[in-house]
């Protein structure tokens, strides 16, 4: 936690604040004083402005920069000033409409006091105030006691009436570490009801800071089935109960699994040195790529012991893992990088030939074989007691691909169209498929350079009288020698 009593504000918000006389009332609030007090970095400065309505404050705001109102609705105004600083300004809230799909209605009110103000917020860490003229913290809702004991609990009964919190409190759980109290999560079980009221746009941005911002994800999947919430995202309940065979899974069955493989993720430097987007494609991949043992777990008579096995899970998880993506609304290009990774989560286990190598890094595209590999490692991770380490297969996969030069992309295609009509083919449709052919025939080995590939080409063209054309001399590869051709490339 941060000792130092004063929080330290950007020069323009200090000044705005003090220079405002519309200000006079102004408290700092929510992600910016709980990320202070965590010591952790604050980029967003949130305001909450008593005793003022939206007229005045449009006006005092706009002498500073543009301010626009964001919602009647919200009572906020968002205000850019020259420097690049964006605050968010808004009014205290006293209700919330009932449907929560209207991008979370609030009835403002500017009489309302900090303490009623805070008391209507979500959960006590983020209903903490901070006054600038005083320099002190404002806590009316025991917020401080509640992050100095890793606690999330919801401020008051007014919770229920948005239930978007409960995926809030997901999120949270997971970027804090957080124990909810268990009377927030009873109140959370009463609101199982409300969760088709919340705009879908509205639970893919929580699943996102699930994805992208978590410390340890495992606490917010684990909020998710002690609230009985877990039921709206079926694949992930299902994974609750499923056994897994102890000698390859001694942690227990495939939802304790998948929570110590969600935790190793966030550990490897991969993923915490990756983008955003990327960040939660790796995450959700992870957090998918057991969604197919409910589907295919069964028991098997082995010699005297009975094994537990999930024959086919990689490819019915593909599946399912573009059903939960759909269901969180997670933008097209999310699953489209994510299915590949769940569906090919055991390619470690096949001999890394060149072939199987090659057409690996191909059907993995967009991702790429460095990706599937994190998430490999962090699945063979999610097994304690077994060591958390990098297996050797996958090691042996990572060298393999970095001797093929695929490690970051699958292999482009040698032989273009360009070629054929310089070696004499027509345009037309079967360009296409010849050249797909060839790639298909690269990825097999047949060739490794354009020397080769012309050779491959020619042999693939018949001339039109039926007769085959000369192979010429052979390279290194197998490919043909054509200087004349080649010169012209």
């Not at 295919?296 to 005297?304: A, E, Y």
């Not at 007691?385 to 297996?391: D, F, Q, S, Y």
Request: net charge positive; hydrophobic share 40%; aromatic share 6%.
């Amino acid at each position: 936690m941060n000792a130092s009593p004063v929080m330290p504000l950007p020069k323009t918000l200090a000044t705005i604040l003090q220079q405002t006389r519309e200000l006079r009332h102004a408290y700092l609030v929510g992600d910016c004083v709980r990320d202070w007090l965590l010591g952790m970095p604050v980029t967003d400065y949130d305001i909450e402005v008593f005793e003022i309505g939206f007229p005045e404050l449009l006006r005092a705001l706009s002498r500073w920069g543009r301010a626009k109102l964001v919602g009647r609705s919200f009572g906020t105004v968002k205000l850019r000033v020259g420097d690049g600083l964006t605050l968010d300004v808004s009014l205290p809230r006293r209700a919330f409409a009932a449907n929560a799909k209207q991008a979370g209605d609030a009835a403002y009110d500017p009489g309302l006091a900090p303490a009623g103000a805070a008391a209507r917020r979500d959960f006590t860490i983020n209903a903490l105030l901070y006054d600038p003229r005083q320099q002190r913290l404002l806590d009316f809702v025991g917020g401080l006691r509640d992050l100095e004991g890793s606690v999330l609990r919801h401020t008051s009964e007014a919770f229920a009436e948005d239930p978007l919190r409960v995926l809030r409190g997901m999120q949270f759980a997971s970027r804090f570490n957080l124990v909810p109290a268990p009377e927030t999560i009873a109140l959370c079980r009463q609101m199982i009801g409300a969760y088709r009221q919340i705009a879908a746009e509205r639970v893919w941005e929580e699943w996102h800071k699930w994805a992208t911002q978590s410390a340890l994800p495992s606490a917010g999947l684990r909020f998710l089935v002690e609230t009985g919430w877990s039921r709206h995202f079926p694949e992930i309940h299902a994974l609750k109960g499923t056994p897994q065979d102890p000698e390859w899974h001694p942690e227990g069955d495939v939802f304790r699994h998948t929570c110590y493989c969600c935790d190793a993720m966030v550990r490897l430097p991969g993923w915490q040195e990756a983008a955003s987007e990327a960040k939660a494609v790796y995450l959700l991949a992870i957090l998918a790529h057991d969604f197919g043992k409910p589907d295919t777990t069964q028991s098997l008579q082995q010699g005297k012991r009975l094994r537990i096995i999930s024959p086919g899970h990689d490819r019915i998880g593909a599946r399912r893992a573009e059903e939960f993506l759909r269901r969180i609304h997670a933008p097209k290009e999310i699953i489209r990088r994510a299915k590949p990774l769940v569906k090919n989560h055991l390619a470690h286990l096949q001999a890394p030939t060149d072939r199987a190598v090659r057409r690996l890094a191909q059907r993995l595209a967009p991702e790429t074989i460095a990706s599937l590999t994190l998430v490999m490692s962090a699945d063979h991770m999610g097994r304690p007691p077994l060591p958390a380490i990098v297996p050797a297969s996958v090691r042996a996969l990572e060298q393999k691909a970095a001797s093929l030069r695929v490690v970051q992309a699958a292999p482009a295609p040698i032989l273009k169209g360009r070629h054929l009509l310089r070696i004499g083919m027509a345009p037309g449709p079967a360009m296409g498929a010849v050249l797909s052919a060839a790639h298909n025939a690269q990825l097999d080995g047949a060739f490794n350079d354009l020397e080769g590939a012309l050779h491959w080409a020619r042999c693939h063209l018949a001339p039109a009288d039926g007769a085959a054309p000369p192979p010429g001399p052979r390279s290194r590869n197998g490919g043909s020698t054509n200087n004349d051709i080649v010169g012209k490339l």
